[in-house]
């Protein structure tokens, strides 16, 4: 599987739209953070495993914890949550 890393804000930062009503992966998608077939390729996983979306992101690979946890904090109103 072919991965690209994240695209970082001036701060190290992955940037996402504040108080977005897609969902993370879509998020992702249209930041151009990750394409579409890596975002279905976690889906499965996040249904075979059960987890959250950020921690199956991880867990593969594609993001660090931090900038998965920075960009929930973000659209959570700067609540940074575990993952």
Known sequence: ?????????????I???AGSPLPLGERL?????????????????????GDLLGKVLVNLGFFTEEAIEGAVARDAGGVRRRL
Not at 29 to 49: D, I, M, P, Y
Request: proline share 8%; net charge positive; glycine share 8%.
């Open 1 to 13: 599987m072919c991965q690209r890393p994240a695209t970082r804000g001036p701060h190290g930062k």
């Open 15 to 17: 940037p996402l739209a």
């Open 29 to 49: 998608v249209v930041a151009g953070h990750l394409s579409k077939s890596l975002v279905h390729a976690a889906l499965r996983e996040q249904r075979r495993t």
